[in-house]
């Protein structure tokens, strides 16, 4: 791979017209190239078989495909498989498939590392290493072997993709635009501990689902597992998505890991109902995946059940998230981790 020229995954259709007039191509063929890049998903441009092989050459003069296959994977006895892909910058990520009955859900990262640190994740141990690029996000689409299976997309992986937004928008207009692979935006749901501007924009920008990192409804404890709350508290948060309409098509959620003896007594419970009142919103309620050097346990299902009834009940519908993926520690971080460690050995 000439790492010297652009790849072409990751352009958008007027990016892609912009390289055709450049190169002195017809001006339909950045339409035919995303085509072949989003619908066809070819793998060398050789393969662009209705541009003429003149064009071809010049484009692969300053040009490549830029789809990397996985370097690693872990596959799990319920069906899922974690994948480690490599990025355009020489790292690593993490990307999660998930098969369920007719479903079939893919958890893709936008950082290598994460600058959040949250107690509870691998991947804030690691440290920031940088984001992704457009090119990297698709790619863990684009060249995932059980690609055309999927029904649905989350931005749950590796790094916080608030704080990558510009590419994250990017990848998620090529999913949803019609040139590209023309998904409807209820198919994807983007993460967040709650950057309050770029969340903004976010809303405002994009149709996808919202999914807010909760954790814990009061400040001090947040604070303590999410040190983002220091600089945007929950509750702020809270605040703006008030602001937005989520009453229709468009989901907001919030992603709630449940801590024995920690944030899983009904005292917290009444809190969430509190921080929550009036919202349109539904929680999901995660067990907690043991990561090494955190002394931070998961609840039985006996507490998790009785969070759920409790919240429900009072009207904020939540569910309990199915475990995936245990045997292989399908939680972010850990394979991408093991990778950079014998790097650096």
């Not at 969340?199 to 983002?228: D, G, N, T, W, Y």
């Not at 008030?242 to 024995?260: A, C, K, T």
């Amino acid at each position: 791979m000439e790492q010297s020229t652009t790849p072409l995954l990751g352009l958008t259709l007027n990016e892609l017209k912009d390289v055709a007039k450049a190169m002195g191509m017809p001006a339909f063929a950045g339409a035919q190239m995303a085509k072949w890049l989003y619908t066809q998903h070819v793998s060398s441009i050789d393969d662009m078989l209705n541009i003429s092989k003149a064009n071809r050459e010049k484009l692969k003069q300053h040009y490549r495909i830029g789809c990397l296959p996985p370097a690693d994977c872990q596959k799990s006895v319920d069906g899922t498989i974690k994948y480690l892909f490599p990025t355009e910058s020489g790292k690593f990520v993490e990307t999660v498939y998930i098969p369920d009955k007719d479903r079939a859900t893919l958890c893709v990262s936008s950082q290598v590392g994460c600058k959040m640190n949250c107690l509870f994740c691998q991947t804030g141990k690691q440290g920031f290493e940088g984001s992704l690029t457009a090119t990297d996000i698709l790619n863990q689409i684009y060249s995932l072997p059980e690609r055309d299976k999927l029904t649905n997309i989350v931005f749950m992986g590796q790094g916080e993709p608030m704080d990558n937004l510009d590419n994250v928008l990017r990848a998620t207009e090529i999913l949803t635009a019609d040139y590209g692979y023309a998904w409807s935006p209820k198919r994807i749901t983007v993460s967040s501990v709650g950057v309050k501007n770029k969340l903004k924009r976010f809303i405002e920008e994009s149709e996808c689902h919202v999914a807010i990192s909760l954790h814990s409804p009061v400040h001090e404890q947040r604070a303590m597992l999410m040190p983002a709350e220091k600089g945007m508290p929950i509750a702020d948060v809270v605040e703006l998505l008030r602001n937005y309409d989520f009453s229709h098509q468009r989901r907001l959620s919030f992603e709630y890991i449940v801590f024995g003896g920690l944030n899983d007594s009904m005292v917290f419970a009444k809190e969430i109902i509190r921080l929550l009142r009036g919202l349109d919103c539904r929680i999901n309620l995660i067990r907690f995946h043991q990561i090494p050097g955190v002394d931070l346990h998961g609840a039985d299902d006996a507490t998790m059940e009785k969070l759920r009834d409790y919240l429900t009940s009072h009207g904020v519908f939540t569910t309990i998230r199915a475990s995936r993926g245990q045997d292989i520690y399908a939680a972010c971080g850990l394979l991408s981790t093991a990778r950079k460690e014998s790097q650096d050995k």
